[in-house]
């Protein structure tokens, strides 16, 4: 492989191809440190940390990789009522937070209508950024859920491989997943999407595709994470049958050091964007994953504050039981935790 010049603006497909496969320790030193050094000139020292109430865990979708997809019979369902949303905001604001995540499976349940209600009550009475996460709308209900006053929109387009997205999605169509991040983004949302790591079947060239995708549609967050098998699901036996990530591809690969790599370049490439260190990220090690993320271009940590008891109910992969310890930190734990950065 030919050298590749790690500082500069933009790369092409088979440079970042190139970059994903590479073992070679000192470009890879070269990539992470040259994200950090765009971070801070873009982003500043700072941690941005998100609040994330996941209020349902009721869905209609049936993706392949998900622990609460709807034929998953084994999964305790709950729903938070709307009443008790806003009292999680109020609590939210008071806990120091600026942002709150409103997240859920794709649930009828809650209508346009009590969409609408919660964010115009939460805006009313807080100064909170209020980001919702509940999956694909028509576009009439986005546009008035942006109406009354919701900042941000997070969803995730999971791989950039129509013909993988279709597998992993039944009933779902890649091009409507494009059109709503289309719809997001002109009606004036900060827009989230991202990815998942390690699905069985994906290859390095559809992850570079991934990273030009985030570049093309100019989605403000990105949100890349490790596919974490989950038992009650059926792309695990898939997983399980492949090898593990990565194995048919380029012998086996060591996920979490692909995703320093994706998340390097994406800051690299993306520059003024928000980049989460993901909870599921620790699932795969906890030994300070979230770290070596921040260093490499991350800037975003989400604390759950969904009440203990419901917590472990929304397992859409299975290590998220483990994470009740991490995920009973506060604002405060971070600020110790995470000394070098201005946290806000
Ligand atoms: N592993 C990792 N992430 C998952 N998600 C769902 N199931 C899994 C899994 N098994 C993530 C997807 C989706 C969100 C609801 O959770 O990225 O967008």
Request: aromatic share 10%.
């Amino acid at each position: 492989m030919d050298k590749i010049t790690i500082k500069k603006d933009e790369y092409t497909r088979q440079e970042i191809v190139s970059l994903l496969k590479t073992r070679d320790k000192d470009t890879i030193n070269e990539l992470f440190e040259y994200a950090d050094k765009v971070k801070q000139s873009y982003m500043g020292n700072i941690l941005h940390v998100r609040a994330i109430l996941e209020f349902s865990n009721y869905c209609v979708q049936n993706c392949l990789y998900c622990g609460i997809r709807h034929a998953n019979t084994k999964i305790k369902r709950y729903r938070i009522e709307p009443a008790e949303i806003i009292d999680y905001a109020l609590k939210a604001e008071s806990m120091g937070f600026k942002t709150l995540i409103l997240q859920s499976g794709e649930d009828p349940y809650y209508t346009a209508e009590k969409i609408e209600d919660i964010v115009r009550v939460i805006k009313n009475n807080t100064k909170l950024k209020l980001t919702l996460s509940i999956g694909e709308r028509p576009e009439e209900e986005y546009r008035k859920f942006k109406e009354v006053g919701a900042d941000r929109f997070l969803l995730k387009h999971e791989t950039s491989d129509p013909i993988l997205y279709k597998t992993l999605h039944p009933g779902m169509k890649y091009s409507n997943r494009i059109k709503c991040l289309r719809e997001l983004k002109s009606l004036g949302f900060d827009t989230g999407s991202g990815i998942m790591v390690g699905l069985p079947g994906q290859t390095f060239e559809s992850i570079a595709n991934d990273i030009l995708f985030f570049k093309m549609l100019d989605i403000d967050m990105i949100g890349i994470g490790p596919y974490i098998p989950h038992p009650q699901t059926p792309l695990e036996k898939r997983f399980e049958e492949a090898g593990g990530y990565f194995a048919p591809a380029v012998g086996s690969y060591d996920v979490e050091d692909l995703i320093y790599k994706i998340i390097a370049i994406t800051r690299i490439i993306t520059k003024r964007t928000h980049i989460p260190a993901t909870t599921g990220f620790n699932v795969l090690n906890d030994n300070n994953v979230r770290g070596k993320a921040l260093k490499r271009g991350a800037n975003v940590i989400m604390l759950n504050i969904t009440e203990n008891a419901l917590r472990e109910h929304y397992e859409i992969y299975p290590a998220k039981k483990k994470l009740a310890a991490q995920n009973a930190e506060t604002f405060e734990d971070l600020r110790k935790r995470f000394p070098e950065y201005q946290t806000i």
